[in-house]
């Protein structure tokens, strides 16, 4: 029976809305242990890494917000990854803001020799200092798993790149910045925006993605920002963007990685509870995760 281990990662620190330290807490309180165990014999909650209440600073040099701290914290993360799969136990991330998968895939990737990246998301998270438009981090952790971006961040683990962008699926993407598209674009990168979705159908999208990198790939992590839901269904998020995936569509989602088995690593990033309605992106997202790890009706 797969052992399943739940680090908090209660960091806001990669973007400028409050409250995102707070998922973490919400997802419990959703009862994700609750679900988790009705699934699994062996399920572990970790707490949280320590992040602490420090003040916002803005580098000089590359203008990002809170560069070091991010790095310091997703050292901290990284590290906490990479033990749990030390010890054969699944990984289960909990955000904070999607900036904690700098430290999620620094602790995963090392574990594989071609680790396949699932992104579902509203946006690319492909920025870098030079093109991102508010020198936010939660909007560069893709660039920086490719190995791009401030060498503060793209080495945290010790080593870079963590990911090869053939190894890389975007889904829902619907809010592209220019230096996004065009690094998609130079890159090849295999993408699922919102017109891919309404045109195939999920269905499609999902056994195309999994075709893609079940042959490619020795591990699949996940990394899902609720986000990538419509806010209809997932208003507690820091960067909404109307026109998502259904709750139907992101169920069927989860249920077919858990079909295909290739998922090894996951983590659910920006909840915000301060912009949520009666914790309802937080229940969203366990269930979610529950169907991820193959609850079924029947």
């Not at 807490?25 to 949280?48: C, M, N, P, T, W």
């Not at 990737?109 to 030079?130: C, F, M, P």
């Not at 989860?254 to 088995?261: D, G, I, Q, T």
Request: charged letters at 25%.
């Amino acid at each position: 029976m797969t052992k399943i281990s739940i680090i908090g990662m209660p960091m806001d620190l990669g973007q400028m809305r409050r409250g995102v330290d707070m998922g973490p807490s919400a997802i419990r309180y959703a009862g994700v242990v609750e679900k988790l165990q009705e699934l699994f014999d062996d399920v572990h909650d970790l707490g949280d890494i320590a992040i602490g209440r420090p003040e916002v600073i803005i580098d000089e040099q590359s203008n990002l917000r809170n560069l070091h701290l991010v790095a310091e914290k997703n050292e901290l993360l990284a590290k906490k990854v990479d033990e749990v799969i030390k010890s054969g136990s699944f990984p289960l991330v909990l955000g904070g803001d999607h900036s904690i998968a700098i430290g999620t895939l620094a602790g995963v990737s090392r574990h594989y020799q071609n680790l396949g990246v699932i992104w579902y998301d509203a946006h690319g998270d492909l920025n870098t200092a030079e093109t991102s438009p508010s020198g936010n981090i939660h909007g560069m952790p893709l660039a920086v798993n490719l190995g791009l971006g401030h060498d503060l961040l793209t080495q945290v683990g010790g080593y870079c790149p963590k990911v090869k962008p053939q190894n890389i699926v975007i889904i829902g993407a619907r809010a592209l910045d220019d230096g996004e598209r065009a690094l998609i674009k130079e890159k090849g990168m295999r993408v699922y925006t919102m017109h891919e979705v309404d045109r195939l159908g999920m269905t499609k999208v999902m056994e195309e993605s999994i075709a893609y990198l079940k042959d490619k790939t020795d591990g699949v992590h996940l990394s899902l920002d609720l986000d990538g839901l419509d806010p209809h269904d997932a208003p507690g998020v820091g960067t909404p963007v109307i026109g998502g995936i259904s709750y139907r569509e992101s169920h069927l989602a989860m249920e077919m990685l858990a079909e295909s088995e290739l998922i090894t690593s996951a983590e659910f990033v920006e909840v915000n509870p301060i912009l949520d309605e009666k914790n309802k992106t937080a229940t969203v997202a366990v269930a979610l995760m529950g169907s991820l790890f193959g609850e079924k009706l029947l």
